[in-house]
């Protein structure tokens, strides 16, 4: 059985900062993302990682706040969040994928549950 599990979600003001974390368990994965998705909006992505985790994307809007990275030996996923903006409340979700480190959300086969970040302005 195939599990991500996101955590570090909470509530934080504008400007603060939070870190949230992505465990697989199960098979072994190659490319990880990060998405999120709003109240009343789609899914969207945000950053993503390949299997070495030399290589990363970030989406446009979080480029230079966010860092994504990984620990290989721990299966853990990081997603680092600085300078957070009311726009960035959201449900988080973690996603696997063996085909690519994508944008697009169809190359991503595993999902976690997703964990709400809330900033208050």
């Known amino acids: 059985q195939v599990q991500l599990v996101e955590s570090g979600g909470g509530l934080v003001q504008a400007g603060g900062s939070l870190r949230l974390f992505c465990v697989a368990s199960g098979r072994t994965f190659s490319h990880m993302g990060w998405f999120r998705q709003a109240p009343g909006k789609e899914r969207e992505f945000v950053a993503a990682i390949s299997a070495s985790g030399g290589n990363t994307d970030y989406a446009d809007s979080v480029k230079g706040r966010f860092t994504i990275s990984r620990d290989n030996a721990r299966n853990t996923v990081y997603l680092q969040m600085n300078s957070l903006k009311p726009e960035d409340t959201a449900v988080y979700y973690c996603?696997?994928?063996?085909?690519?480190?994508?944008?697009?959300?169809?190359?991503?086969?595993?999902w976690g549950q997703g964990t709400q970040v809330t900033v208050s302005s």
């Open positions: 996603a696997a994928s063996r085909t690519s480190w994508s944008r697009s959300a169809n190359y991503y086969a595993y």
